[in-house]
């Protein structure tokens, strides 16, 4: 099993990313895909889900409106698109793939600056 991000990078407030999150190893399309996300010094938190057949998306109140969740089962791929960053957007994310009964994966995770 392997779940890989790609995307990270330094980037000015205000401006935008894609986050990309290849999975290999298992049934990428019957898995829950999730970004979370751990600032310096914080815990780690949830930041989009996108359910098996992406019928439904949940976002942290934080980064409503400004990131999208997707995802493309045929190339078992998820994705973050991040717009109008903000320096408190700084982190690394990481890419998670959760099934019940099944457990769950992580991916080693891409850093995010925003900064000027």
């Known amino acids: 099993v392997q779940l890989v991000e790609s995307g990270g990078g330094l980037v000015q407030p205000g401006g935008s990313l894609r986050l990309s999150c290849a999975a290999s190893?298992?049934?990428?399309?019957?898995?829950?895909m999730s970004w979370y996300r751990q600032a310096p010094g914080k815990e780690r938190e949830l930041v989009a889900d996108i359910t098996s057949g992406g019928g439904s998306i949940d976002y942290a109140d934080s980064v409503k409106g400004r990131f999208t969740i997707s995802r493309d089962d045929a190339k078992n791929t998820v994705y973050l698109q991040m717009n109008s960053l903000k320096p408190e957007d700084t982190a690394v994310y990481y890419c998670n793939a959760a099934r019940r009964s099944y457990g769950d994966y992580w991916g080693k995770g891409t850093l995010v600056t925003v900064s000027s």
């Open positions: 190893g298992f049934t990428f399309s019957r898995y829950v």
